[in-house]
């Protein structure tokens, strides 16, 4: 009767730990992982399973970018056309 009690004492234990340790491994998938918005150029502490980083461009950003493009663009005619008046 001892032997038969301390048996199922035992497998009791053993399924909880299992159980303990599947709900904890299960917490660590890249599928409840929250994206977080790094700026370009910036680093930032990454804790945890790393999965896949998708680039997020607001677009904010995005303007952003255009504008800047767009003052190159005139930076670089103004300058032609200041070689060219020389």
């Not at 730990?17 to 994206?35: E, M, V, W």
């Not at 790393?50 to 767009?70: D, L």
Request: aromatic content about 2%; proline content about 3%; charged content about 20%.
């Amino acid at each position: 009767m001892r032997n038969k009690k301390l048996r199922a004492v035992l497998l009791v234990l053993a399924f909880a730990t299992t159980l303990l340790t599947a709900i904890g491994s299960s917490a660590q998938n890249a599928d409840n992982a929250r994206l977080v918005p790094v700026p370009q150029g910036q680093k930032q502490k990454i804790q945890g399973v790393v999965g896949v980083r998708k680039a997020i461009i607001s677009p904010s950003e995005t303007r952003a970018a255009a504008n800047a493009e767009r003052m190159a663009g005139q930076i670089a005619e103004n300058t032609a056309r200041q070689a060219d008046d020389r």
